[in-house]
């Protein structure tokens, strides 16, 4: 199978119910050797077992920006190739980003607490990534407001492409103000500051959170397939509900006027 | 052995037991939808509304998987 055919609904639903099943035992299985090494990975000399945090942060931090890339990238498929599942994978992705950065605000918040003694401050890195999970909102909310999926799949492209400005706002926030959040520590030249008992399964946990991403998003890509299919036989039901309806009318009215006419 | 968290214990347990939560939810949201959309396609199958290509509504993966291999 190539990629040109999975332009083709009805092939990517045969390739998601191959491979969902071994993203999803991967996805646990990667989880499961995540939160093992996180429990038993050593306490910070400064933070203690507050760093216990930064496992389930980062990982959903990456993501809160990787999967607006991913809508960036469908858009861009949407607009100029017009691929006919680009539009369904920015809007399978939205709600899922959503929560991803949600998680990242939450936990960054309770991380916060102990650590600056504060859960939030409206400093660069904070607010940017706060706009982020509003312009999630806003794209769901548009994809429910227009009923035509290919009008709200056009004006939902120009929206995540403009909002796509807002990564690199985020990722070099910390470099440009200064921010209460600390720079980079992982992906920085001169490689990363965290010691490996920090790294190896702080990069499990962020391999693992990705894959569940693919998961979800595979799955929800074939709800949206199976959803639009639903709409188009409910479009043909009603057309035919009305063709027949328009029929009757019109043979009543033809037996009227040979009734008028006997008389 | 039992894990010692420290006085700020209850952030923690708090991060980790919302991720799960959300988490749960997403795999809820993406579990029930499936299953709402397949039961309404059944549901168009039974009253005769077919796909323009003739294939039933409620083509399955495996049934398609059958047909382009």
Same mark, same amino acid.
């Given at each position: 199978?190539?990629?040109?055919?999975?332009?083709?609904?009805?092939?990517?639903?045969?390739?998601?119910?191959?491979?969902?099943?071994?993203?999803?035992?991967? +996805?646990?299985?990667?989880?499961?050797?995540? @939160?093992?090494?996180?429990?038993?990975?050593?306490?910070?000399?400064?933070?203690?077992?507050?760093? !216990?945090?930064?496992?389930?942060?980062?990982?959903?931090?990456?993501?809160?920006?990787?999967?607006?890339?991913?809508?960036?990238?469908?858009?861009?498929?949407? $607009?100029?190739?017009?691929?006919?599942?680009?539009?369904?994978?920015? !809007?399978?992705?939205?709600?899922?980003?959503?929560?991803?950065?949600?998680?990242?605000?939450?936990?960054?918040?309770?991380?916060?607490?102990?650590?600056?003694?504060?859960?939030?401050?409206?400093?660069?890195?904070?607010?940017?990534?706060?706009?982020?999970? $509003?312009?999630?909102?806003? @794209?769901?909310?548009?994809?429910?407001?227009?009923?035509?999926?290919?009008?709200?799949?056009?004006?939902?492209?120009?929206? +995540?492409?403009?909002?796509?400005?807002?990564?690199?706002?985020?990722?070099?926030?910390?470099?440009?103000?200064?921010?209460?959040?600390?720079?980079?520590?992982?992906?920085?030249?001169?490689?990363?500051?965290?010691?490996?008992?920090?790294?190896?399964?702080?990069?499990?946990?962020?391999?693992?959170?990705?894959?569940?991403?693919?998961?979800?998003?595979?799955?929800?890509?074939?709800?949206?397939?199976?959803?639009?299919?639903?709409?188009?036989?409910?479009?043909?039901?009603?057309?035919?509900?009305?063709?027949?309806?328009?029929?009757?009318?019109?043979?009543?009215?033809?037996?009227?006027? !040979?009734?008028?006419?006997?008389? | 052995?039992?894990?010692?968290?420290?006085?700020?214990?209850?952030?923690?347990?708090?991060?980790?037991?919302?991720?799960?939560?959300?988490?749960?939810? $997403?795999?809820?949201?993406?579990?029930?939808?499936?299953?709402?959309?397949?039961?309404?396609?059944?549901?168009?199958?039974?009253?005769?509304?077919?796909?323009?290509?003739?294939?039933?509504?409620?083509?399955?993966? !495996?049934?398609? +998987?059958? +047909?382009?291999?």
């Amino acid at each position: 199978m190539t990629l040109i055919d999975l332009a083709n609904p009805t092939r990517f639903l045969a390739l998601t119910a191959r491979v969902l099943p071994w993203l999803a035992a991967a +996805t646990i299985a990667l989880l499961a050797i995540g @939160l093992y090494q996180s429990a038993v990975a050593p306490d910070d000399y400064q933070q203690g077992a507050t760093v !216990k945090i930064m496992f389930i942060h980062v990982p959903n931090a990456w993501l809160s920006m990787f999967v607006w890339g991913v809508m960036s990238i469908a858009s861009l498929g949407t $607009l100029v190739w017009r691929h006919p599942l680009a539009d369904v994978a920015a !809007k399978s992705a939205a709600p899922i980003g959503a929560a991803f950065t949600f998680l990242a605000l939450l936990t960054g918040s309770l991380w916060g607490r102990p650590m600056w003694g504060t859960y939030w401050e409206w400093d660069a890195r904070l607010t940017s990534v706060l706009i982020l999970f $509003l312009m999630y909102l806003g @794209l769901m909310a548009l994809w429910r407001a227009v009923d035509d999926p290919s009008r709200a799949a056009r004006a939902a492209a120009v929206l +995540t492409l403009v909002g796509a400005i807002n990564l690199p706002i985020i990722k070099f926030s910390v470099d440009w103000w200064n921010t209460l959040h600390q720079p980079a520590s992982v992906m920085r030249m001169g490689g990363s500051a965290l010691d490996r008992s920090f790294l190896i399964p702080l990069l499990v946990m962020a391999i693992a959170f990705t894959l569940l991403f693919v998961t979800l998003h595979l799955a929800a890509m074939r709800n949206e397939i199976l959803r639009r299919r639903v709409r188009s036989l409910q479009m043909i039901q009603a057309s035919r509900i009305a063709f027949s309806s328009e029929m009757g009318a019109g043979s009543r009215e033809g037996n009227a006027s !040979k009734e008028a006419g006997a008389a | 052995m039992m894990m010692s968290l420290g006085p700020y214990a209850s952030f923690i347990v708090t991060s980790y037991a919302a991720a799960a939560v959300v988490v749960a939810i $997403l795999i809820g949201w993406v579990v029930l939808d499936h299953r709402s959309q397949t039961r309404r396609l059944r549901e168009l199958d039974r009253s005769g509304i077919t796909r323009r290509s003739g294939r039933s509504a409620t083509d399955t993966p !495996k049934a398609i +998987t059958r +047909t382009i291999t």
